[in-house]
């Protein structure tokens, strides 16, 4: 098992970039597919992106492509989201989840082990 933890979350202007990493203790974290997700207050949690074990197959929600980049370095146990082009409504807690799957799910339920999220708010 892994137990994903989130950190980069904070506050930042329109416009701006921000990236969030995941990171897991377990040396198995390679293993395993990432996905993003993120809840804003008062809505359903949705998919942001995918990755999976060796980096090779990535996939984004069709509203984010071109401003969100999903990426992994697995000699740190790590995965990261890089975010640009920052839009108020891209505020939201932002969760990494982690499944031992070799295609990268795009649905919260294809994910067994989730982060306790991380607060990212974009002020205009």
């Known amino acids: 098992q892994v137990q994903p933890v989130e950190s980069g979350g904070g506050l930042v202007q329109a416009g701006g970039s921000l990236r969030l990493s995941c990171t897991a203790s377990?040396?198995?974290?390679?293993?395993?597919?990432v996905g993003w997700f993120r809840q804003a207050p008062g809505k359903e949690r949705e998919f942001v992106a995918a990755l999976n074990w060796s980096g090779s197959t990535a996939k984004y929600a069709d509203s984010l492509k071109g401003r969100f980049t999903i990426s992994r370095d697995n000699a740190k146990n790590t995965a990261y989201l890089q975010m640009s082009s920052l839009k108020p409504e891209d505020t939201a807690v932002y969760y990494c989840a982690a499944d031992l799957k070799l295609v990268p799910g795009i649905t919260g339920s294809e994910y067994a082990f989730w982060g306790q999220g991380t607060q990212v708010t974009v002020s205009s």
């Open positions: 377990a040396r198995t974290f390679r293993d395993y597919a």
